[in-house]
């Protein structure tokens, strides 16, 4: 993944309550929240603009109040996988 360099207030981490070198972690994470519940991005995608695994990403929108976008159509799938695993 290619990376965009953005310049942001540098009161920004008084904002956040982070060290400022936590600055573009933590924006890393509210970016990937907010496009993941915009429906933009997939659970994965979100994760992976947050640098985090999929349940970490999948506990921090739980404890958020985010539900997970999982389609009729995504359950399917895991069916599937899980058959072929099994």
């Given at each position: 993944m290619g990376e965009v360099t953005v310049t942001v207030p540098s009161d920004l981490a008084r904002i956040l309550k982070v060290d400022r070198d936590e600055v573009p972690k933590v924006v890393r994470l509210y970016l990937a929240i907010e496009l993941y519940r915009e429906g933009l991005v997939s659970l994965g995608k979100a994760a992976e603009i947050a640098g985090l695994s999929?349940?970490?990403?999948?506990?921090?929108?739980?404890?958020?109040?985010?539900?997970?976008?999982y389609t009729r159509r995504d359950l399917e799938e895991d069916i599937e996988t899980l058959e072929r695993l099994l």
């Open positions: 999929k349940w970490e990403m999948m506990e921090v929108l739980a404890s958020k109040g985010i539900p997970l976008n």
